[in-house]
């Protein structure tokens, strides 16, 4: 079986995995991170939103081929402690229900902010209108990125 | 009749609410390595609440997390009673268990209001013990004593011990058999909002969910299932899955063929490639428009009664009004899909499942493995949605099944795929209404309901003898408005496709049909429809009460644009009475948008604000999915669904601005989950008619239905 270096929330992984598994099964059975959800299996849900390289990428459509070498971050490395913006605005806002797909929600809004940090109400439509919420949470989700640029300014 | 039972004495009593409350959990061995100074003694005074001496508290939580926020709001209640500070306190999750709890089902909006009483009075008789113990050390009488934030307090000498402190005097004593409850006006946490226990864990990736569940030696299985209702494996290759890295076994069980592989990428690939001949069965004739053909059909036939107000022959001389309204199957769509993990041992099994029903994911276990249930742990996680899908077992059996053949801890998880096409669907309905008009006033109103039945589905045996499934009719048969002959009757037309409890059940195709036709009837007689629904409520004040705050907050009557529209609608379900007023918005090309909702609520006394609002927040989205996409079709047999390209949710940047308003009251509390659903399509549909002066009869809303 081939062999990937995967660099995940700072720490080098050498992984014995078929070349197509996605990025999503790799992170969840093989490394254990959790914190990114299986919603879709298609890119038609963002539950499995992580970032490559600083881009929000859907880790289910991610085969590990490609990543050998790639930067990957994911929920469990904005803090762990709750103490980034984003989280702290999250937890304020009381934005989660089930939570089920906030993983993916945060991980959206963490790479919006970096691209744009004063967005507006369009400008987050836009970017997160990918992340699909069954609970329905996207009001308090929107009102969280706000809270989190007034926090982050 | 009543007896004081010492902490020993091992026997479940129930409260005066009849409860099952349990009185002296503590277990011998437990008092034994308290005795040999193995453990510290802990205070527990009965199965929901266990004080440490490190004085911390903790709560037990027999009803299932899936974003409700009962984790927060079943503590708040036994810490109000308790006075315990709310910063000592823990929510740990109950294993199942048959009566220990009680009922631990979570489901019908009712795990408030089944809970309150005795909640309360589990932390009462732990705070009366508290009490008790601090007065014995102090040797003064316990009325010069009162518990307050977390400490017992002697109040002339302002000596004080924390409930930590107490903990091992008081698993003493006697628990009270009637401990005094508090007066709802002291309530220091009850009303008020509470950060929710499990939001952290839910912003930081920490939350387990069932898919999250990692155990030793652990497989993964997936299932094939045939597509078709009611089909059957005929016979299957997997020379081409057994080829894929990673895959162990694959085999027939129950309900289609198990894939067993050493990672869910290995079974999904595995699923994939499996090569099977079917026999589709005889609903592979079936599509949606032979469903709905029959469904008229036996429509037009014999009803069975479930309600008759007044005479309905007597109105020749009236304005005669019709209006049939209709609703398609539909799917819940938890953002998790089923999944489980089940570890069947030798004499033993482990599961770990997010469930609405671990008892009845224990009952099954015990009976499929012929095992009693006290030997079937089942562990409950947190739920990435239910919405009454996770009131079901069917995920469970399919593991059951694989761990036993393969003796393994497995992990059985549905794809997005296998999870819509193998629902429980809400139940499509027809809904047959007819009204009339006796000088511009109400004087006649049948509906006649429509539609498969759950209970019918599930135990036909039951409604052979024309039995009415008085669920079916429930938001039709409560008709609120006084109106003098009043005929509801149903027909069951039951289909091969399943269907189960969807958020507010019936209750969502009923409130469409009666909300839209009341607003039918106000347009023929000329009226308002907010005014002509107060006049016909007057015996209703719950509905007038939030109807006039729905009305009045959304600034019911203001001058519109003149692609804009209000609507209006109301529907009391769960022991709540909930109100909504949609704005809309209709483009030329048949474009509809939702500009905003406002919505009241009345559940009764309101635990956590926060958790009310954000539940109306929730069900005013799952209505609105409802009503402008999320319909399931059949085509030969089948889901044509299986993704969301095809199964489309509301997504962020069509969501409305919402508000919720909540009615101030002191009735015991109702429930919250559900209630705000049902009127949500009607008051759409209304606003549509109002903007366009189209009426919207039929779901999901269609660029079609606009122009
Ligand atoms: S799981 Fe990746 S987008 Fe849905
Ligand atoms: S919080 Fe449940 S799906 Fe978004």
Redesign the interface.
Same mark, same amino acid.
């Given at each position: 079986?081939p062999k990937f270096t995967l660099y995940v929330n700072g720490k080098t992984h050498r992984l014995n995995?078929?070349a197509?598994?996605?990025l999503l099964?790799v992170l969840?059975?093989?490394l /254990? $991170?959790?914190?990114?959800?299986?919603?879709?299996?298609?890119g038609?849900?963002g539950?499995c939103t992580i970032h490559v390289d600083g881009e929000a990428t859907r880790a289910c459509m991610t085969a590990v081929e490609n990543l050998d070498g790639a930067e990957i971050t994911?929920?469990?490395s904005?803090?762990?402690d709750?103490s980034h913006p984003?989280?702290k605005a999250?937890?304020a806002e009381?934005?989660?229900?089930? /939570? $089920?797909?906030?993983?993916g929600q945060?991980m959206t809004a963490a790479a919006l902010l970096k691209r744009n940090p004063n967005p507006d109400d369009a400008d987050?439509?836009?970017a997160?209108?990918?992340?699909?919420?069954?609970?329905?949470?996207?009001?308090?989700?929107?009102k969280a990125i706000h809270r989190a640029t007034e926090d982050n300014g | 009749m009543r007896q004081v039972l010492s902490r020993r004495d091992f026997i479940k009593i129930s409260s005066t609410a009849g409860a099952g409350l349990m009185i002296g959990i503590t277990l011998p061995y437990k008092d034994r390595l308290v005795a040999a100074g193995v453990v510290e003694q802990t205070f527990e005074p009965n199965v929901w609440v266990s004080i440490h001496p490190d004085n911390t508290i903790t709560i037990m939580a027999a009803k299932s997390e899936m974003g409700q926020h009962i984790r927060t709001s079943l503590p708040m209640i036994v810490a109000e009673e308790l006075e315990a500070d709310w910063s000592q306190v823990k929510v740990a999750q109950a294993d199942a268990h048959p009566d220990k709890y009680g009922s631990q089902g979570t489901g019908g909006s009712g795990s408030i209001r089944r809970s309150f009483t005795r909640l309360r009075k589990a932390g009462a008789t732990a705070r009366e013990m508290l009490v008790q113990a601090g007065a014995d050390k102090w040797d003064v009488s316990k009325a010069e004593c009162i518990a307050e934030k977390g400490k017992i307090l002697h109040v002339s000498s302002g000596k004080t011990f924390t409930f930590g402190e107490l903990a091992e005097a008081a698993s003493k004593l006697p628990a009270p058999e009637d401990p005094l409850l508090k007066n709802p006006r002291d309530f220091k946490l009850i009303g008020n909002s509470m950060p929710g226990l499990d939001t952290p864990s839910r912003v930081n990736g920490t939350a387990q969910f069932g898919m999250d569940i990692q155990v030793p030696n652990m497989v993964y299985a997936a299932v094939l299932r045939c597509p078709t209702f009611g089909g059957k494996i005929k016979s299957f290759k997997s020379q081409k899955t057994k080829k894929v890295n990673g895959i162990i076994d694959t085999f027939e069980i129950d309900d289609g063929i198990a894939i067993v592989g050493k990672n869910t990428w290995a079974v999904i690939k595995g699923q994939r490639a499996l090569d099977v001949n079917w026999d589709h069965g005889d609903f592979a004739n079936w599509n949606s428009k032979q469903i709905r053909d029959m469904m008229e059909k036996k429509g037009a036939g014999k009803a069975i009664v479930a309600r008759e107000d007044g005479t309905v022959v007597n109105v020749k001389n009236d304005q005669i009004i019709s209006a049939q309204y209709e609703v398609p199957f539909t799917h819940h769509a938890t953002m998790e899909p089923m999944n489980c993990v089940v570890h069947v041992k030798k004499n033993t099994c482990e599961i770990w499942a997010p469930t609405q029903v671990p008892q009845r994911i224990q009952t099954t276990a015990a009976k499929y493995l012929g095992m009693d249930v006290k030997n079937i742990t089942v562990h409950v996680t947190l739920l990435g949605g239910g919405f009454g899908r996770r009131l079901w077992a069917d995920f469970v059996t399919d593991a059951l099944q694989v761990s036993k053949r393969t003796k393994k801890p497995v992990k059985l998880v549905w794809t997005r795929e296998d999870d819509i096409a193998h629902d429980f669907f809400r139940p499509t309905s027809i809904h047959k209404l007819q009204g009339s008009l006796s000088k511009k006033t109400v004087n006649l109103w049948k509906h006649r309901v429509v539609a498969p039945s759950i209970s019918g589905q599930m135990a036909p045996e039951r409604f052979k003898n024309g039995r009415l499934d008085r669920s079916a009719v429930n938001g039709a048969s409560n008709l609120p408005y006084a109106i003098p002959n009043v005929l509801v009757d149903y027909v069951m037309t039951n289909t091969e496709v399943p269907v189960g409890w969807w958020r507010s059940v019936y209750n969502s195709q009923n409130a469409f049909a009666n909300e839209g036709f009341i607003d039918e009837l106000a347009e023929a007689a000329g009226k308002d429809s907010f005014q002509f629904r107060l006049d016909l409520l007057k015996d209703s004040p719950r509905h007038m009460g939030v109807l006039k705050l729905a009305a009045e907050k959304a600034g019911w009557g203001k001058k519109l644009g003149k692609d804009n529209g209000m609507g209006i609608a109301v529907h009391e379900s769960f022991g709540s009475w909930a109100a909504m007023v949609a704005e809309v918005t209709v483009g030329e090309k048949g474009t509809l948008k939702i500009d905003k909702i406002t919505s009241a609520i009345d559940c009764g006394l309101v635990i956590n604000p926060d958790g009310v609002k954000a539940q109306m927040e929730s069900a005013i989205v799952y209505g609105l999915t409802s009503t402008l996409k999320g319909e399931i079709t059949i085509e030969k047999g089948a889901v044509v669904q299986s993704n969301f390209h095809d199964f489309e949710l509301l997504r962020i940047d069509e969501m409305p601005k919402v508000n919720v308003y909540i009615v101030k009251s002191a009735e015991p509390p109702g429930g919250a989950g559900e209630p705000g659903l049902p009127p949500v399509a009607p008051a759409v549909a209304n606003a549509v008619f109002a903007a366009t002066g189209k009426r919207i009869r039929r779901l999901p809303i269609k660029p079609e239905d606009l122009i």
């Open positions: 079986m995995v078929v197509d598994m996605p099964w969840r059975d093989e /254990g $991170y959790t914190g990114t959800k299986y919603g879709c299996g298609r038609l849900c539950a994911t929920i469990e904005l803090s762990l709750n984003l989280q999250w937890i009381e934005a989660p229900q089930c /939570g $089920y797909c906030q993983s945060i987050i439509d836009s997160m209108k990918m992340n699909l919420c069954r609970c329905g949470t996207y009001g308090r989700v929107r | -």
